[in-house]
């Protein structure tokens, strides 16, 4: 795993703040909005935005890219999030 890589998901996983990921499903790029829940060694388990009831795992080598979700700046909670 590369180093940008883990920084996003250890902020999701202490956060608890949803990143998007860029990866591979059936050979073709896809975008997907995810929340890590635990990560181990060979990959990450994740709840989807659309699914937050079951947790899915994902291989280090299926992602792409990994980014703050859309309005997110890395800050962890924000002030509105604290109250």
């Known amino acids: 795993m590369n180093g940008l890589l883990e920084r996003f998901l250890r902020y999701s ?3 608890r703040r949803p990143i998007r990921v860029m990866l591979l499903r059936d050979g073709l ?3 997907v909005n995810l929340t890590v829940t635990e990560i181990d060694e ?3 388990y994740y709840l ?4 937050k009831q079951q947790a899915k795992y994902l ?5 792409l890219a990994a980014a703050y979700a859309r309005g997110d700046r890395g800050e962890g909670k ?5 109250k």
């Open 13 to 15: 996983l202490s956060h």
């Open 29 to 31: 790029p896809a975008s």
């Open 42 to 44: 060979r990959g990450f």
């Open 48 to 51: 989807s935005v659309k699914n």
């Open 59 to 63: 291989g280090f080598d299926q992602v």
């Open 78 to 82: 924000s002030e509105k999030d604290r």
